[in-house]
């Protein structure tokens, strides 16, 4: 691994921009596990409850009743949005590419980048973000902030139930609300959705333009769910630009085709410990 990773470093060092694609693998390094130690520390009474096992299942979970729902999801958002990062893994990488011409797209929906301070004009989330809520049916294209709500959720929980009275509803329609999470047909693309996909797009076109630059493609912890978002892509501009790097670090699942192998950096190890070593 050794040498991969004074390649990558290499690969940082010389790029003119740098395209980085985060998945879920990026914030379990970081320490935001959805299962195990963490898991048992703050849902164990939902556990002997209903009987799920991990923050996920426990999204899906059939609850009879509002004020239960938003008991599990309050706390699910408050723990993985507005809690501080357990490690340094998005500072690091933060470090390496800051004074970068960079962009990130991301399925993540947990702030963490903006936590540890890269620039919101070159972040794009395309799968929605924990901080916001959106009318469920959904009547308007339009997201709301909910911090306020999900720190009173949180606080004032009883029974694994919230208060009646601290139900969201929509202020056009009154009907719930939901998550901003693309989950099905409802999801909501609001006014910044459409701002950040066209400055990603903008990003990727006018470096193309760049004809003499050099750009990494720099994959994360980014899973075989929804490919056609990062990977995919990813290997494709790659293939199409002979100045172009692609950099995976996944651990478990650090591949790449073998039409740009030859161009490529797969790192099959923890994404926080390739991270330290790069900016020792």
């Given at each position: ?54 923050m996920y ?54 702030h963490c ?148 192998k030859d ?18």
């Amino acid at each position: 691994m050794g040498n991969q990773i004074e390649n990558l470093k290499a690969a940082i060092s010389d790029a003119t921009s740098i395209i980085i694609g985060a998945g879920a693998g990026l914030s379990t390094s970081a320490g935001f596990t959805y299962s195990g130690e963490r898991f048992e520390k703050y849902f164990s009474d939902f556990r002997e409850r209903y009987g799920f096992n991990d923050m996920y299942t426990g999204g899906f979970y059939p609850y009879e009743t509002l004020e239960e729902h938003w008991a599990y999801w309050s706390r699910n958002i408050f723990v993985n949005r507005y809690m501080d990062i357990p490690k340094k893994v998005y500072s690091n990488l933060f470090s390496l590419v800051k004074d970068k011409d960079y962009f990130v797209i991301t399925t993540n929906v947990d702030h963490c980048f903006q936590k540890a301070l890269f620039d919101k004009k070159r972040l794009f989330y395309t799968q929605g973000d924990y901080g916001l809520f959106q009318c469920s049916a959904p009547c308007h294209e339009k997201t709301y902030d909910n911090a306020e709500q999900i720190r009173a959720m949180y606080d004032n929980q009883s029974n694994m139930k919230i208060p009646t009275e601290l139900i969201p509803h929509c202020p056009v329609c009154g009907k719930p609300m939901s998550m901003n999470l693309r989950s099905d047909n409802t999801f909501v693309q609001d006014e910044g959705w459409y701002e950040a996909a066209k400055r990603y797009e903008n990003f990727l076109s006018s470096r193309k333009a760049a004809d003499d630059g050099k750009v990494l493609f720099l994959e994360l912890g980014v899973g075989g769910n929804t490919p056609v978002i990062i990977k995919y892509p990813f290997y494709q501009m790659t293939a199409k630009n002979p100045n172009a790097t692609y950099a995976c670090l996944n651990l478990g699942e650090a591949v790449c085709p073998k039409e740009i192998k030859d161009r490529s950096i797969c790192i099959n190890a923890d994404i926080g410990k390739v991270l330290e070593e790069l900016v020792k």
